[in-house]
């Protein structure tokens, strides 16, 4: 014993004081997690047993007029990934990329971007085909955290008609999540991102319904603990008339440009195409980078919606705006007469026109399009009167309709030319801007509602898609009313010889190929030339012309002559809306 | 033997029986969503029978006549060699030797009760290690099994090796300064042992550093095991209420996880308790180590306690972030019939050695000063 170093119990002692200590940690660390911080797992734990999973709202239905579905929705599979439940994202990711034939960046780059929300699922790829559903499924116990949700997703039943009026769906992104108008929107909704789809898109969507359930560490689930169900999203009647928009869009063809029917008693836009399209099922589950670089790279710009975002030259279809300017100021009347040697002389320049109109009256002088008549009174009238005017008819303002990134267009004027070129208004401005050219720009739209506001009797409408919205559960649909925007204040006898100078246009001026058996029609044609290559050919009318019910604008980019390149198109469709059977050679005879 | 019996520790005994009946309670809950608990709760009291009948012969006979001779090394080097050729893998690593319709053993529980006996005897002959080139012959002792179970893998057990060797090279009365040199020696060690180890090991290192590295993986046992314990709370949810139990969001919550079983479901309240028993259990271990009759006794008592204070340490410290997740068994209550075994003949062991404490004179003499090896000779009245 006496060898024994330091004595035997020493060392054991000691030992025992290590003990105590280190049990003091335990129990130190036991009281921090479990006293201290035990709400906050406690919390954790509730968050890990219950799942809120989403009931998806079924989005509303686009009818056109007459109760024709356009644009519905359909029962797709999305696959998601709950990202807490990826045991191992190195085994699993690569895996999953390859049957989703997804980048494996972009999955990781989802996951990342949810990283706030790690209990709620992650959709990787909407749509998918029953091949991946199934190749899913087999793979289930190597996809820890993979699940299949069953999604609506949007179906545009007649492709790429209307798409610019009727728009397109695409995932909520940042910048959007971020602003206050999307307040109560969520990363990953699909949202509106053009036409009705956008703008209408809180009536459309719904509401995301909820269920509450258990279910253990695989994700399975055990009980439902409660259930807030979806509710669907409201339907919508458009004011799109089926037939006339596809008579539009075949009479227009693949020619680059834009048509607007309206009804100029109401509004209501009856067709809006613009070409080149895009066709939105593309867009409805999720479009891919590459394709979207594509479609919003081509220079042919096919997600412009021409007809409302798109500003022109009107050329000489502004001539209505000069004519009723001159009417209105007692420049010119009725039975003012003009003679045309084929120029017009202002100061040292000279304007030339097509050709020598010889001596025309007013109404002779709109049908023929004379553009030494129109400088004339353009002269006479002058330019604050011709932006008046045309401010009046709507030009140089956004009209109001109800689709997103409308152009207002442009009409200049002294304090404009002014402000932005630093230079005062030249008497030659007046000339130019008489017959359309110079700065003023207009819009499809601008012009269709112009036409309808002249053939109305004055009242300028303001254009809109939407007719009737539908509540699903209560079947009740509610008309929607759209009160016009005000009245171009023209007179009786001034309103009068406009009308006949533009319904002289299709009997036996600039307009006579667009004429049709039974149909008395008011219109003009235009060719504005632009710095872009040849002019562009516009075409607008409104029809029966003593009471009409139809409104049109056609333009086609670099067609050349109003009469030749639009008139035809607005000719179709004026044919399909009244139902008139046009000879077999017009282009684009009604389906 | 009644005069033996006197001494026996009856504050261990109903120590470890408070243990192994809150282990069944436990257990009932944990394997609730295991497919029932009737199952494993038979497997356990077949295990119970077992770990009775083995601590009854263990105690039975005086420890001096057969612990840790040569043939109980050799007979574990063998067994650790056995299981690396016919064991099964489960899980990554072959642990098991099959065993029909007992399922498996698993040696390297029972190998670190081996290496306490052999140990001991080595340590008991000779004079204290008071250098670090003195330490050599105890290192390649533990060295040899130790190396077995690495190759494994069992990274836990070989970590317990490692503990009884350093608690019983302290009791055995090893000079300070020479430890604390093996231990400088250890730490430059630790680039190499790095290199050695297996990348989910290595990740388990790292999430244990931080968390945050790999919640998705590596990172999800421990951040289960700790919203586990913490939401457990004050008083536990109550048994069979446990959300991280019951749904499984803890792997291997029966074994190695049993501890984030009690913290739930019984609160700081049931944890504490089960670790103050714990606290008592390894004080009449030291208490027997302390008043042992020889140095072997001493050093088998000392050796033990090192074990289940570095079980319990690890085991639970895991569960609350404040150890790598290591997979290595809650004593007494992990399930587990190999290390129950194992625990049962720890138990038998010291309660051997401190049944027998006033029998030093008799029986005894110590001599390991002149490197005498001939205690057979000298047994016995």
Same mark, same amino acid.
């Given at each position: 014993?006496?060898?024994?170093?330091?004595?035997?119990?020493?060392?054991?002692?000691?030992?025992?004081?290590v003990?105590? /200590?280190l $049990?003091?940690?335990?129990?130190?660390?036991?009281?921090?997690?479990q006293?201290?911080?035990?709400?906050?797992?406690?919390?954790?734990?509730?968050?890990?047993?219950?799942?809120?999973l989403?009931?998806?709202?079924?989005?509303?239905?686009?009818?056109?007029?007459?109760?024709?579905?356009?644009?519905?929705?359909?029962?797709? $599979?999305?696959?998601?990934?709950?990202?807490?439940?990826?045991?191992s994202?190195?085994?699993?990711l690569?895996?999953?990329?390859?049957?989703?034939?997804?980048?494996?960046g972009?999955?990781?780059?989802?996951?990342?971007?949810?990283?706030s929300?790690?209990?709620?699922?992650?959709?990787?790829?909407?749509?998918?085909?029953?091949?991946i559903?199934?190749?899913?499924?087999?793979?289930?116990?190597?996809?820890?955290?993979v699940?299949?949700?069953?999604?609506?997703?949007?179906?545009?039943?007649?492709?790429?008609?209307?798409? #610019?009026?009727l728009?397109?769906?695409?995932?909520?992104?940042?910048?959007?999540?971020a602003?206050?108008?999307?307040?109560d929107?969520?990363?990953?909704d699909?949202?509106?991102? !053009?036409?009705?789809e956008?703008?209408y898109?809180?009536?459309?969507?719904?509401?995301?319904?909820?269920?509450?359930?258990?279910?253990?560490?695989?994700?399975r689930?055990?009980?439902?603990?409660?259930?807030?169900?979806?509710?669907?999203?409201?339907?919508?009647? /458009?004011?799109?008339?089926?037939?006339?928009?596809?008579?539009?869009?075949?009479?227009?063809?693949?020619?680059?440009?834009?048509v607007?029917?309206?009804?100029?008693?109401?509004?209501?836009i009856?067709?809006?195409a613009?070409?080149?399209?895009y066709?939105?099922?593309?867009?409805?589950? =999720?479009?891919?980078?590459?394709?979207?670089?594509?479609?919003?790279?081509?220079?042919?710009?096919?997600?412009l919606?021409r007809?409302?975002?798109?500003?022109?030259?009107?050329?000489?279809?502004?001539?209505?705006?000069?004519?009723a300017?001159?009417?209105?100021?007692?420049t010119?009347?009725?039975?003012?007469?003009?003679?045309?040697?084929?120029? $017009?002389?202002?100061?040292?320049?000279?304007? #030339?026109?097509?050709?020598? #109109?010889?001596?025309?009256?007013f109404?002779?002088?709109?049908?023929?399009?004379?553009?030494?008549? $129109?400088w004339?009174?353009?002269?006479?009238?002058? !330019?604050e009167?011709?932006?008046?005017?045309?401010?009046?008819?709507?030009?140089?303002?956004?009209?109001?309709?109800?689709?997103?990134?409308?152009?207002?267009?442009?009409?200049?004027?002294?304090?404009?030319?002014?402000?932005?070129?630093?230079?005062?208004?030249?008497? =030659?401005?007046?000339?130019?801007?008489?017959?359309?050219?110079?700065?003023?720009?207009?819009?499809?739209?601008?012009?269709?509602?112009?036409?309808?506001?002249?053939?109305?009797?004055?009242?300028l409408?303001?254009?809109?898609?939407?007719?009737?919205?539908?509540d699903?559960?209560?079947?009740?649909?509610?008309?929607?009313?759209?009160?016009?925007?005000?009245?171009?204040?023209? !007179?009786?006898?001034?309103?009068?010889?406009?009308?006949? !100078?533009?319904?002289?246009?299709?009997?036996? =001026?600039?307009?006579r190929?667009?004429?049709?058996?039974? /149909?008395?029609?008011?219109?003009?044609?235009?060719?504005a030339?632009?710095?872009? =290559?040849?002019?562009?050919?516009?075409?607008?009318?409104?029809?029966?012309?003593?009471?009409?019910?139809?409104? /049109?604008?056609v333009?086609?980019? #670099?067609?050349?002559?109003?009469?030749?390149?639009?008139?035809?198109?607005?000719?179709a469709?004026?044919?399909?809306?009244?139902?008139?059977?046009?000879?077999?050679?017009?282009?684009?005879?009604?389906p | 033997?009644?005069?033996?019996?006197?001494?026996?520790?009856?504050?261990?005994?109903?120590?470890?029986?408070?243990?192994?009946?809150? +282990?069944?309670?436990?257990?009932a809950s944990?394997?609730?969503?295991?497919g029932?608990?009737?199952?494993?709760?038979?497997?356990?009291?077949v295990?119970?029978?077992?770990?009775?009948?083995?601590?009854?012969?263990?105690?039975?006979v005086?420890?001096?006549?057969w612990?840790?001779?040569?043939?109980l090394?050799?007979?574990n080097?063998?067994?650790?060699?056995l299981?690396?050729?016919?064991?099964?893998?489960?899980?990554?690593?072959?642990?098991?030797?099959?065993?029909g319709?007992?399922?498996?053993?698993?040696?390297?529980?029972l190998?670190?009760?081996?290496?306490?006996?052999t140990?001991?005897?080595?340590?008991?002959?000779r004079?204290?290690?008071?250098s670090?080139?003195?330490?050599?012959?105890?290192?390649?002792?533990? &060295?040899?099994?130790?190396?077995?179970?690495?190759?494994?893998?069992?990274?836990?057990?070989?970590?317990?090796?490692?503990?009884?060797?350093?608690?019983?090279?302290f009791v055995?009365?090893?000079?300070?300064g020479?430890?604390?040199?093996?231990?400088?020696?250890?730490?430059?060690?630790?680039?190499?042992?790095?290199?050695?180890l297996?990348?989910?090991?290595?990740?388990?290192?790292?999430?244990?550093?931080?968390?945050g590295?790999?919640?998705?993986?590596?990172?999800?046992?421990?951040?289960?095991?700790?919203?586990?314990v +913490?939401?457990?709370?004050?008083?536990?949810?109550?048994?069979?209420?446990?959300?991280?139990?019951?749904?499984?969001?803890?792997?291997?919550?029966?074994?190695?996880?049993?501890f984030?079983?009690?913290?739930?479901?019984?609160?700081f309240?049931?944890?504490?308790?089960?670790?103050?028993?714990?606290?008592?259990?390894?004080?009449?271990?030291?208490?027997?180590s302390?008043?042992?009759?020889?140095?072997?006794g001493?050093?088998?008592?000392?050796?033990?306690?090192?074990?289940?204070?570095?079980?319990?340490?690890?085991?639970?410290?895991?569960?609350?972030?404040?150890?790598?997740?290591?997979?290595?068994p809650?004593?007494?209550?992990?399930?587990?019939?190999?290390s129950l075994?194992?625990?049962?003949?720890?138990? &038998?062991?010291?309660?051997?050695?401190?049944?027998?404490?006033r029998?030093?004179k008799?029986?005894?003499?110590?001599?390991?000063?002149?490197?005498?090896?001939d205690?057979?000779?000298r047994?016995?009245?």
């Amino acid at each position: 014993m006496a060898s024994e170093p330091a004595g035997p119990t020493t060392r054991v002692t000691a030992l025992g004081v290590v003990v105590a /200590l280190l $049990f003091a940690i335990l129990v130190g660390r036991l009281w921090q997690l479990q006293v201290v911080q035990g709400e906050h797992y406690l919390a954790e734990s509730e968050e890990n047993r219950l799942r809120d999973l989403r009931l998806p709202a079924p989005r509303g239905t686009l009818y056109d007029r007459k109760g024709r579905p356009l644009v519905t929705s359909r029962a797709a $599979f999305t696959v998601s990934i709950l990202p807490n439940e990826i045991r191992s994202a190195e085994r699993v990711l690569p895996r999953l990329a390859a049957i989703l034939q997804l980048p494996e960046g972009e999955i990781r780059d989802r996951i990342a971007r949810a990283r706030s929300r790690p209990f709620e699922p992650v959709r990787l790829r909407r749509d998918v085909s029953k091949a991946i559903v199934a190749m899913v499924e087999e793979n289930r116990l190597d996809l820890p955290g993979v699940i299949i949700e069953v999604e609506p997703v949007r179906h545009y039943l007649y492709g790429s008609l209307a798409a #610019h009026a009727l728009g397109y769906l695409g995932e909520i992104n940042p910048a959007e999540l971020a602003s206050t108008a999307w307040t109560d929107y969520r990363m990953g909704d699909l949202v509106g991102k !053009g036409g009705v789809e956008r703008v209408y898109d809180r009536v459309l969507r719904g509401y995301e319904g909820r269920q509450r359930v258990e279910v253990d560490a695989r994700g399975r689930l055990l009980r439902v603990l409660g259930r807030e169900p979806a509710r669907a999203g409201r339907s919508i009647v /458009l004011t799109i008339d089926l037939d006339i928009q596809r008579a539009a869009e075949a009479a227009l063809g693949t020619r680059t440009g834009a048509v607007v029917v309206l009804d100029p008693r109401n509004g209501e836009i009856l067709a809006l195409a613009s070409h080149p399209a895009y066709d939105p099922n593309a867009f409805a589950a =999720g479009i891919s980078a590459r394709r979207w670089a594509r479609l919003s790279g081509d220079r042919t710009l096919p997600l412009l919606n021409r007809a409302a975002e798109g500003a022109y030259e009107p050329g000489s279809v502004f001539k209505i705006v000069t004519a009723a300017a001159a009417l209105t100021r007692g420049t010119a009347t009725r039975a003012t007469r003009i003679h045309c040697p084929g120029v $017009f002389r202002l100061g040292g320049w000279i304007f #030339h026109d097509l050709r020598a #109109h010889g001596t025309v009256d007013f109404v002779t002088g709109v049908a023929q399009s004379c553009n030494v008549f $129109f400088w004339t009174l353009g002269y006479r009238t002058g !330019g604050e009167a011709m932006s008046q005017m045309a401010h009046a008819l709507g030009l140089g303002e956004r009209t109001g309709v109800d689709l997103p990134s409308e152009s207002p267009g442009l009409i200049p004027s002294a304090a404009w030319k002014q402000r932005t070129l630093g230079e005062p208004w030249y008497p =030659g401005d007046n000339i130019n801007m008489a017959i359309g050219q110079g700065w003023v720009n207009t819009t499809p739209l601008q012009i269709a509602r112009m036409a309808a506001a002249v053939g109305n009797g004055g009242t300028l409408v303001r254009p809109h898609l939407v007719r009737e919205i539908i509540d699903p559960e209560t079947r009740q649909s509610e008309r929607v009313r759209v009160a016009p925007l005000g009245s171009i204040h023209m !007179g009786a006898e001034a309103l009068a010889t406009l009308r006949d !100078g533009l319904e002289a246009v299709v009997l036996r =001026g600039t307009g006579r190929r667009v004429a049709l058996p039974g /149909l008395a029609i008011a219109g003009k044609t235009g060719s504005a030339e632009n710095p872009r =290559g040849k002019p562009h050919a516009w075409f607008t009318a409104y029809a029966p012309a003593e009471a009409p019910r139809v409104a /049109l604008a056609v333009l086609v980019e #670099h067609g050349w002559r109003g009469s030749v390149a639009a008139g035809p198109i607005a000719k179709a469709i004026l044919a399909t809306a009244f139902g008139i059977a046009t000879e077999p050679q017009t282009q684009g005879a009604a389906p | 033997m009644r005069g033996i019996l006197r001494d026996l520790d009856g504050v261990l005994l109903a120590t470890t029986v408070a243990l192994i009946v809150i +282990g069944l309670v436990v257990l009932a809950s944990a394997t609730a969503s295991l497919g029932g608990p009737a199952q494993y709760l038979r497997t356990r009291l077949v295990h119970l029978g077992v770990a009775a009948v083995a601590m009854l012969a263990i105690l039975a006979v005086d420890y001096r006549r057969w612990a840790g001779g040569r043939m109980l090394y050799l007979a574990n080097l063998a067994l650790l060699g056995l299981v690396l050729m016919v064991g099964v893998t489960r899980l990554g690593a072959t642990r098991w030797i099959p065993l029909g319709p007992f399922g498996g053993f698993q040696p390297s529980e029972l190998a670190k009760i081996a290496l306490i006996l052999t140990l001991a005897r080595h340590l008991a002959d000779r004079p204290p290690p008071a250098s670090v080139p003195a330490f050599m012959p105890y290192l390649a002792h533990a &060295g040899v099994p130790v190396l077995l179970i690495v190759a494994q893998p069992d990274l836990g057990t070989a970590m317990v090796v490692g503990a009884i060797l350093l608690g019983m090279l302290f009791v055995a009365g090893a000079r300070l300064g020479a430890m604390a040199s093996l231990g400088g020696l250890a730490l430059m060690g630790m680039p190499f042992l790095w290199s050695v180890l297996h990348d989910y090991q290595r990740r388990r290192l790292l999430v244990f550093l931080d968390p945050g590295v790999d919640p998705l993986g590596a990172g999800y046992a421990l951040a289960q095991a700790k919203i586990a314990v +913490g939401s457990g709370q004050l008083w536990g949810k109550g048994l069979f209420a446990g959300t991280q139990n019951l749904l499984r969001f803890i792997p291997e919550q029966h074994t190695d996880f049993i501890f984030t079983v009690i913290g739930e479901e019984l609160g700081f309240v049931g944890a504490v308790l089960v670790l103050a028993l714990f606290l008592i259990w390894i004080w009449r271990a030291l208490r027997i180590s302390a008043a042992a009759s020889d140095r072997l006794g001493r050093l088998i008592a000392g050796g033990v306690a090192a074990m289940v204070v570095f079980h319990v340490f690890v085991s639970v410290g895991m569960t609350i972030g404040l150890m790598p997740i290591t997979g290595i068994p809650l004593p007494f209550l992990s399930y587990g019939g190999s290390s129950l075994l194992a625990m049962s003949v720890a138990t &038998g062991l010291l309660l051997n050695v401190g049944m027998r404490r006033r029998r030093r004179k008799i029986l005894f003499e110590e001599q390991w000063s002149d490197g005498q090896r001939d205690h057979r000779q000298r047994r016995t009245v």
